[in-house]
C-alpha cells in the first residue's frame, strides 16, 4: 500500500442502464432507466492529501421511467434485468435527479441552496459512455439543464487500468493514449488487477458500479493517483435531436 497525493476528497461512481434494442447503438436516443452511484471517500488522508484507502460511505440507487419509449423491449430487459414494472413505478428522471441532489446534501457535497460543490468531488465511470453519451442525451429528453454538480470531473476507470497495465508490461506510455480495438470491460478489469470475479450479476447498474467501485478502491491502495481524464459537452447534439426535448423521429430506427 503506497500514499499518494489525492487531490480529490470524494469520489461518485456511476453506470447508467438505458433503453436499448437490438442492433441500435450510442448514436441512438437511449433514455436512462437506472441511476446508481456508490460515494467513497479516503479514510486515511492526512492535512498533505496523502491518502491510499477509500471506502464505500453510502448508496443511491433509483429506476428511471422512460418518456419517449415507455415499453422496455425484451432485448432490454434480458440485458439489464430490468422489469417494465419497476420502470412503470419509477419516478421521472428529473424528478431522480431531485432526490439524488438531496442525497448529495445529505452527504455534505453541495450546498442546499445553490448546488455549489463544497468539496472537490469526482465522477468515476466505466469508460466515457454513462455522463458523456447517456446523461446529455437524458437532459435533453427530459428537456432540462444539465446539473452543475454533473459538469466536468469524470475519470474513466477504463483508461486507468489499461494504462496502468501497459505501464507494467512496460510499454511506451503514449500506447494507452492510442485507439483500441478492444477495451477491458469490468469483467477483464477485476483480473488484470488481481481482484476477485465480478459480483452479481453483469448489466445491472448497481452491480456494475459496485465492480467498478472496487476497481477505483484497488487502484487507490496502489498508490494511482485518481484525476479527470475524460470530458463532456453538455451541448452535444446527434442528428435525432430537434427542438429541445423533441426527437425526430425520421433520424430513428423504427423499433418498437
Known amino acids: 500500500m503506497s500514499k499518494t497525493h489525492q487531490p480529490y476528497d470524494a469520489f461518485l461512481v456511476l453506470d447508467v442502464e438505458a433503453t436499448c434494442f437490438q442492433g441500435t447503438d450510442f448514436h ?21 492529501g496523502m491518502a491510499s484507502t477509500l471506502q464505500i460511505v453510502d448508496e443511491f440507487r433509483s429506476f428511471v ?22 420502470v412503470d413505478d419509477a419516478p421521472y428522471f428529473p424528478e ?3 432526490r ?3 442525497f448529495l446534501v445529505k452527504n455534505g457535497l453541495i450546498h442546499p441552496a445553490t448546488g455549489e460543490r463544497l468539496v472537490r468531488f469526482c465522477w468515476c465511470t466505466d469508460g466515457p459512455f454513462d455522463v458523456r453519451d447517456f446523461v446529455v442525451k ?14 466536468g470531473d469524470i475519470l474513466d476507470v477504463r483508461k486507468v487500468v489499461s494504462g496502468w497495465a501497459d505501464a507494467m508490461q512496460g510499454l511506451p506510455t503514449k500506447k494507452a493514449t492510442l485507439p483500441r480495438r478492444i477495451t477491458p470491460n469490468i469483467t477483464v478489469q477485476l483480473r488484470t488487477l488481481g481482484l476477485a470475479p465480478f459480483e452479481g450479476r453483469q448489466h445491472s447498474g448497481i452491480d456494475d458500479t459496485r465492480n467498478i467501485t472496487r476497481i477505483v478502491v484497488e487502484l487507490a491502495r496502489r ?8 470530458y463532456i459537452r453538455p451541448g452535444r447534439r446527434w442528428a435525432w435531436m430537434g427542438k429541445s426535448g423533441e426527437i425526430l423521429e425520421e433520424y430513428c430506427l423504427t423499433h418498437y
Open 100 to 102: 439524488f441532489s438531496a
Open 28 to 48: 441512438w436516443p437511449n433514455e436512462i432507466i437506472e441511476w446508481p452511484v456508490c460515494l467513497v471517500r479516503w479514510t486515511d488522508k492526512d492535512k498533505n
Open 96 to 98: 431522480v435527479m431531485n
Open 65 to 86: 421511467k422512460p418518456t419517449w419509449r415507455p415499453t422496455l423491449s425484451p432485448f432490454c430487459t434480458d440485458l439489464t434485468g430490468i422489469t417494465q414494472e419497476q
Open 223 to 230: 498508490g494511482i493517483q485518481l484525476q479527470p481524464n475524460t
Open 138 to 151: 437524458q437532459c435533453f429528453i427530459s428537456n432540462i439543464a444539465m446539473p452543475h454538480w454533473l459538469r
